[in-house]
């Protein structure tokens, strides 16, 4: 006899910088009684530094492994969660890992267009230092396939937040059903 499956206990939002993640993971824990997780603002409370701080000086594979540890650490709590992490978490296989096996993930894509408008005026991104346009599709052309392994896509260029929320919705309640 085979033992039932676990539903996951988190919902985790993959993609890259500004597809909606942060916004929309507010939504849906409000929506569903979870408690709404940052993983970047877990690493600045962990570290008591800001993201570009960590990245100018001590280099972005120190940040990567804050990143895998404080992911860690929020996937493996008790309670169910609306997890949005950052952009670059899924490039690390071990995180990828823990994502997969601590909740459903869902990865929130968008247009390169929509993307440069939506993160033109943030100058808080270390990775998008010099020429927008061109970093943003050099770092999608790398990520191309980085959030293949999320069960869930959803393209949120036109939507708004609780429209992309709704979605999620959906398709956390038929993964609880089985579906």
């Known amino acids: 006899m085979t033992e039932p499956l676990t539903p996951p206990r988190h919902i985790v939002l993959v993609g ?3 597809t909606g993640k942060s916004t929309v993971a507010r939504i849906l824990a409000q929506r569903g009684g979870f ?21 100018a000086q001590f280099g972005e594979d120190y940040f990567r492994a804050a990143e895998t540890d404080a992911l860690r650490s929020v996937m493996g709590r008790a ?16 995180n990828r890992a823990l994502m997969a096996n601590g909740g459903l993930v869902v990865a929130l894509i968008a247009t390169a267009e929509q993307i440069i408008a939506r993160v033109s005026q943030d100058k808080g991104r270390p990775l998008l230092q010099g020429n927008l ?10 990520r191309r396939t980085a959030y293949d392994f999320a069960p869930v896509r959803i ?25």
């Open 16 to 18: 890259f910088m500004g």
């Open 35 to 55: 408690e709404a997780v940052d993983v970047d603002a877990e690493i600045v409370e962990r570290e008591g530094r800001a993201i570009p701080e960590l990245f």
């Open 79 to 94: 309670v169910h969660q609306v997890v949005a992490t950052g952009g670059g978490a899924v490039l690390r296989p071990e």
């Open 133 to 142: 346009e061109e970093r943003v599709h050099k770092l999608l052309s790398e």
């Open 155 to 179: 393209d949120t260029t036109g939507l708004n937040a609780e429209e992309v929320a709704e979605a999620i919705w959906d398709a956390w309640l038929t993964s609880q059903n089985g579906g």
